[in-house]
């Protein structure tokens, strides 16, 4: 079986975003680099099938020189080989960009399934991987946590609001990966070693044959919202404390 | 030229869900603002037209219905498909879907369909020389972003429960189209749908939300909190560190690698603050903390704070809110 893992580099949960006084965007500088968490459940997804099945994993990647790591990371934890998409003009590429140059390096070699995180925790955005499937004209299921592969199809959960869908696709398909599917085991130390052999292709806009042609733009970044101070509820007892707290929530906040 | 200010209504079991409602309003706060007219697209199975009067309350002029079986229940496919048909016939300028669970799945799978741009999960529209200016927040909330889409339609998902509902009674004629779903391109199939037990409302969803943390100390004292929400008719949230230690459900998690909520209230206890939690929730209207750390990051947030033992100060709070409802 042919697999296939988009995986991004985002910044560590951890980091503080720091806007930039133009609003041009984020302040890249001292942020550690990560991948993706709802990637990483796509990688050990991936993992675990090629364990069973047979085949191989085939990394996929697209941003500046640096997510070479994030590749390695992915390679290291067991998979096979990685393509990097690198290119000037796709930096702050939108989804649908993003997907063209993902559509258009996946067509060069054969897949039965793709994985993606359900969203990247940078910007949020959750939309590549539905996007990718259109571009490759096979079905996506997205948002899922839990994949059982038999005969040519894939049976998922997906949680919605409320309930828990049980769904069948086809292969190949795109799959979006949502925490609870499994636990990322870790990179062991001869996986490192090992990984810094396995081929990885780097690839330009040209090389994939596609012309970017934006179609979102985040204009301008800003701060959240600042929240005014809060205060205190001062007393003696806790029943004081919590009659104060349901006093002010209905007076003051008339939230209850 | 592109025209119209479109919503997808989203609708389960035959019954419009509340969000549809948000996105009409915002749609004509817009429509007015562009002198547009409001267009909803309504999906569903034989007699889903029947629910077209309840958008046109919330200031639809028209809704544009299409009637199937296979539109019951939900699929990418088969919704993707027929939105694709009818906005590539009416060419709206903008297209306003729900950033619930079916909303983020179809309006994806549409950015790919219709080759345009979408700003996910917005917290606010705005009009800036004609165009629309969504405003989203990226990095969980740790900032935000404008974003204007050049694509066509410029498309939007708006988070639930964020833009306020407005009655203004409009015509909201029918016109039904024809979806021409192809059997052939129908490949995902919902094999079964399985409701929770209990009926309780999802964090996404709620207006009130009582949340527990690692402070909890184990899963058996989250009744506490179970009562204190089901009494001001909320939810139950939870921590990553109370997630990861198997005492609540995973989309109970509140937080950058859970979901962002924005409810009117969010009562945090034994929650210490850790900047992934407080990326999900601070954009909540009211933020309660209770925790006996007086240094715990979560009281930078809250706009009433107790200091205290929440064992002893959640159980006086459902008390003293019991009374309050009596009243």
Known sequence: MNIVVCVKQVPDTETLIKVKPDGSGIVEDGIKWVMNPYDEYGVEEA???????????????????????TIRTALAMGADKGILIDDPSLSGADAFTTATALAAAIKTIPYDVIFCGQRAIDDDSGQVGAVLAELLGIP????????????????????????????????????????????????????????KKKPVDIKNAAALGITVDMKAKVVKTIPPPARPPGKIIEGEEPAQKAAALVKLLREEAKVI | MAKGIWIVAEQR????????????????????????????????????????????????????????????????????????TVVKAKDPSILLLAASAQGK?????????????????????????????????MYAGKCYGEIVVSGSPQMASLRPNVFPLAENAKAGAIEKFDP???????????????????????????????????????????????????????????????????????????????????????????ISGAIQHLAGMSSSKYIVAVNKDPEAPIFAKADYGIVDDLFKVVPEITKEAKKLLAE
Not at chain 2, 106 to 135: E, F, H, N, P, W
Request: proline share 5%; hydrophobic share 40%; with cysteine.
């Open chain 2, 105 to 137: 799945d179809l309006s994806a799978r549409l950015v790919g369909k219709l080759a345009t741009g979408m700003a996910t999960d917005c917290t606010d529209l705005k009009i800036a020389d004609g165009k629309l200016v969504a405003v989203r927040p």
């Open chain 1, 47 to 69: 993992l675990k099938w090629k364990e069973k099945q047979g085949g191989d994993v085939t990394i996929i990647s697209l941003g500046p020189a640096r997510i070479m790591e």
């Open chain 2, 13 to 84: 079991d035959g019954a419009l869900r509340k969000v549809s409602y948000e996105l009409a309003s915002a749609a004509r706060k817009l429509a007015d603002q562009l002198g547009e007219d409001v267009g909803a697209v309504l999906l569903g199975g034989p007699g889903v037209e029947g629910l077209a009067g309840q958008l046109a309350k919330y200031g639809v002029d028209k809704v544009y219905v299409a009637e199937n079986a296979a539109f019951e229940p939900y699929t990418t496919d088969a919704h993707s498909l027929a939105i694709t």
């Open chain 2, 180 to 270: 021409s779903l192809d059997p052939a391109k129908l490949q995902t199939k919902v094999l079964e749908v399985m409701k929770e037990t209990g009926g309780s409302i999802d964090v996404s969803e709620a207006n009130i939300i009582v949340s527990g943390g690692r402070g909890m100390k184990g899963p058996e004292n989250y009744g506490m909190l179970e009562e204190l929400a089901g009494l001001l008719k909320g939810a139950v949230g939870a921590s990553r560190a109370a997630v990861d230690a198997g005492w609540r459900p995973l989309k109970d998690q509140v937080g950058q690698t859970g979901k962002t909520v924005a409810p009117n209230l969010y009562i945090a206890c034994g």
């Open chain 1, 140 to 195: 996506s299921v997205t948002i899922i946590t839990k994949a059982e592969v038999a005969d040519k199809a894939v049976k998922v959960l997906r949680p919605i609001e409320g309930a828990q869908l049980s769904i069948q696709s086809p292969l190949p398909c795109v799959i979006t990966c949502q925490k609870g599917l499994n636990e990322p085991r870790y990179a062991s130390l001869p996986g490192i070693m090992k990984a």
